[in-house]
């Protein structure tokens, strides 16, 4: 079983709205990722968790705000977003980071697709 | 700077021939590569991968070739399905498991 589940399917918000994404994973993986995809772009990474500890930010604007409160859980909390926000929130995980073989594998969620007004 | 590069934006294939996608990368620290598999409105499929100490790796109809030499790596895909119409994006790994992935290849495979 690899499925990553992520909540919601859509989102459509204001630029002075607050809301949340979610991504859970019941497989054991130790690490969690959230990666942005804007149309017809690949995926790019915005953080990393390892052992549920922020690992990687990629210089990400504050108005992103992850967070993992256990080892199955990853939350990205948005607030204050542009227009130019909007796109594909992809969340992946892997069983780990550093074994250098296929345990290292990501598998992503089937991404949130978010709107801002 | 561009270091995975996919540099054939479609490819389109008869049902039952074989579809050969590409990827160049520029960074000799990469790893590991992966190849993954996009339907429109889903999140990336991972489909298979390859170590930089070996040249092919082989799961089913799926083939993944490695010219460390050329920084170059292809999927071959043997035979194309019309189920196979997606993106395909290669993903090459550095140090602490960070992907790096390129453009995105669209196959359409013809009934």
């Known amino acids: 079983d690899t499925e990553v589940t992520q909540t919601p399917k859509h989102l459509v918000m204001g630029m002075t709205n607050k809301k949340s994404l979610k991504c859970e994973q019941h497989?054991?993986?130790?690490?969690m990722y959230w990666y942005k995809q804007k149309a017809k772009k690949p995926p790019e990474l915005m953080f990393v968790?390892?052992?549920?500890?922020?690992?990687i930010n990629e210089s990400v604007p504050s108005r992103f705000s992850p967070e993992c409160p256990n080892s199955s859980l990853l939350n990205l909390h948005l607030h204050a977003l542009q227009p130019e926000d909007s796109a594909l929130y992809l969340c992946?995980?892997?069983?780990?980071?550093?074994?250098?073989?296929?345990?290292?594998?990501?598998?992503f969620g089937p991404g949130t697709r978010l709107t801002v007004l | 700077d561009q270091q995975v590069k996919q540099n054939s934006p479609s490819l389109s294939v008869q049902e039952g021939r074989i579809s050969i996608l590409n990827c160049d990368y520029t960074n000799s620290m990469f790893d590991y590569f992966l190849w993954y598999k996009k339907y429109p409105a889903e999140g990336p499929t991972f489909l298979i991968s390859i170590s930089s100490i070996k040249d092919k790796n082989e799961d089913g109809r799926f083939t993944v070739f490695l010219n460390k030499s050329a920084k170059h790596l292809s999927l071959h895909i043997v035979p194309s399905q019309p189920g196979d119409s997606a993106v395909y994006f290669c993903a090459a790994r550095a140090a602490g498991n960070k992907l790096t992935f390129g453009g995105g290849t669209r196959v359409l495979v013809k009934p």
């Open positions: 992946a995980s892997s069983q780990d980071r550093w074994s250098g073989g296929p345990g290292d594998t990501q598998y």
């Open positions: 968790y390892s052992y549920e500890k922020l690992s």
């Open positions: 497989m054991g993986h130790r690490a």
